[in-house]
């Protein structure tokens, strides 16, 4: 699986968006984006995942570069609930296991 | 449903002593996996199983067993904890990843807080 760089750390007034990059150089063509976040001491949340085309739920939106290198996770309307560390995980979906490999994330902290 | 339920959630072991963590998905998932957290550190995946009776080694399986004789529990054992061992464990499960819509995510549990003296 490709690896993924993100910044270790950043802040976001409440009620802004918070937009949290990553980088994913060597992504493999069969390679999807994932989003996960984990709330202190909690185990991690499934957040949003895609391939190619950008991607939107109830909880944030996924924008792909169109050279699917790179990825922003928006949070449109930040809430101190939204304070947590961040992962970006780039894997392959192989339709026989789901191995996820967790690197070290962004801590957002979403402040007053 | 309860999802995924994670006993017990705080424990102190000596070293040598022997423990198994429990793990239980009430959702019929296949796949159910160990991982581990340290302080700072990201999750790492030490044991998993695609299905009842198959499993298999993740990241860093030393020292740690694994059983899945059912769907819903996956049972973690320390056969003899070493300090290094001291961690917080969690269970996660999904379904089986399928084509041409993927969407598998997969369900953590809340932890077990292991410390090992």
């Known amino acids: 699986d490709a690896k993924t760089t993100q910044p270790p750390s950043m802040d976001c007034a409440e009620g802004r968006a918070a937009n949290l990059p990553c980088n994913h150089s060597t992504i493999s063509g069969n390679e999807y984006v994932y989003w996960y976040r984990q709330i202190h001491s909690q185990g991690p949340q499934y957040i949003i995942h895609?391939?190619?085309n950008n991607e939107t739920n109830e909880m944030a939106s996924l924008i792909i570069t169109e050279d699917r290198k790179s990825s922003t996770l928006i949070l449109p309307h930040a809430t101190l609930r939204d304070t947590a560390v961040y992962y970006c995980?780039?894997?392959?979906?192989?339709?026989?296991?789901?191995?996820?490999?967790f690197g070290t994330g962004t801590r957002l902290q979403v402040t007053l | 449903n309860a999802g995924v339920t994670q006993t017990p959630k705080f424990q102190v072991l000596k070293t040598g002593q022997s423990m198994t963590l429990q793990c239980a998905q009430d959702m019929n998932h296949e796949y159910m996996s160990w991982y581990r957290q340290d302080p700072g550190m990201g999750l790492r995946l030490i044991h998993y199983?695609?299905?009842?009776?198959?499993?298999d080694q993740g990241e860093v399986p030393n020292g740690y067993n694994v059983s899945r004789s059912t769907t819903e529990d996956f049972p973690l054992r320390l056969l003899s904890a070493a300090p290094s061992q001291t961690s917080v464990y969690f269970c996660?499960?999904?379904?089986?990843?399928?084509?041409?819509?993927?969407?598998?995510?997969?369900?953590f549990g809340p932890g077990t807080r292991l410390l090992v003296l």
């Open positions: 199983s695609v299905g009842a009776g198959i499993t």
């Open positions: 895609g391939l190619k």
């Open positions: 996660a499960s999904s379904r089986l990843a399928a084509t041409p819509l993927p969407r598998e995510t997969q369900y």
């Open positions: 995980i780039v894997r392959v979906n192989t339709g026989t296991a789901s191995k996820l490999t």
